[in-house]
């Protein structure tokens, strides 16, 4: 029986969802969690049957399942053994196009998907008062086919594993750029974002154990279990069951630190606060995650 997508709060030890964990990417239920990751961005250069054999024998070789992401962690946790290079995959309307599979079967879902990024200059692009695509980063104006995403602890191990799918490459795609990222981390080693506050706060949570670890501190005011279907899709061009998959944005953002902390000391002396709950009002957590809601007087 196929998996309902209305479901939450999933347990992967439970058989019913054995097929849709192994045939499904990780990285998308829950975050990979390494620290060092390269993005190789590819425009198909390939004929279209040496490109689907490529892709056929990075995902079968190289890809990192749902299931292999979480059997690593459980044994992370466990035993403390390094859960090793982690790779995603992932194609772009022009480069489904490449390989001559129609992203109109894709349903509704995938209308955005189809015009892309570039072609979304009301609803995107003005709204967020971004630049317009012919004053991007020289890579990002013409075609972007496929992204590699290659993860690892190790720095040195992250470079190695790009330059081995660069090789792998020859023939058959272009990297037209590989975009280098890095976690940041407090004092405490809790990651952060640019301005210094706890990131991947009040996330969905798909599985059974990671809500279970949010009980603790109470999800009366904001539970953060969600369905399936918030990010999951059937795959429409197979016919094999528990077949999904997700679309993935990568956007490109430039963070202003210094004139953030500027305005954050301004609206502090206009409202007679500390910069911190200025910060806090701003944000809506401090920067240990506390929401401003919850921080005593």
């Not at 347990?11 to 990780?26: S, W």
């Not at 829950?30 to 689907?52: I, N, W």
């Not at 317009?132 to 690892?152: N, T």
């Not at 975009?179 to 640019?194: F, K, Q």
């Amino acid at each position: 029986m196929a998996v309902d997508l209305g479901d939450t709060d999933i347990d992967p030890a439970n058989p019913k969802y054995r097929g849709l964990l192994e045939n499904l990417q990780g990285n998308i239920l829950k975050p990979h969690g390494r620290k060092e990751s390269d993005h190789l961005f590819l425009r198909f250069t390939g004929d279209p049957a040496a490109v689907r054999a490529w892709i056929r024998g990075f995902a079968r070789d190289e890809v990192t399942s749902a299931r292999e992401q979480l059997d690593a962690a459980t044994a992370f946790r466990g035993r403390g053994a390094p859960g090793g290079m982690f790779a995603n995959l992932y194609l772009s309307s022009t480069g489904y196009a490449a390989l001559g599979v129609d992203t109109g079967t894709f349903g509704p879902a995938g209308a955005s998907f189809r015009s892309g990024m570039k072609h979304r200059e009301f609803s995107l692009i003005s709204r967020n008062r971004d630049p317009l695509p012919w004053d991007w980063e020289e890579p990002f104006r013409g075609r972007i086919d496929a992204l590699v995403a290659l993860a690892d602890d190790s720095a040195a191990g992250v470079e190695a594993k790009t330059q081995q799918v660069t090789q792998s490459l020859q023939g058959i795609a272009t990297v037209v750029t590989v975009e280098r990222g890095t976690v940041l981390r407090n004092a405490n080693g809790e990651p952060i974002e640019h301005f210094g506050y706890i990131d991947a706060r009040s996330q969905p949570l798909f599985l059974k154990d990671d809500i279970d670890r949010e009980r603790p501190d109470g999800i009366d005011h904001w539970d953060p279990s969600a369905p399936l279907g918030l990010v999951l899709v059937d795959d429409p061009n197979t016919d094999v069951e528990d077949s999904l998959g997700s679309y993935f944005v990568f956007r490109k953002l430039r963070q202003d630190v210094a004139t953030f902390n500027a305005q954050v000391s301004a609206l502090a002396t206009r409202l007679s606060v500390t910069e911190p709950l200025a910060g806090a009002l701003v944000v809506g957590r401090f920067k240990d995650g506390t929401p401003v809601t919850l921080q005593a007087n």
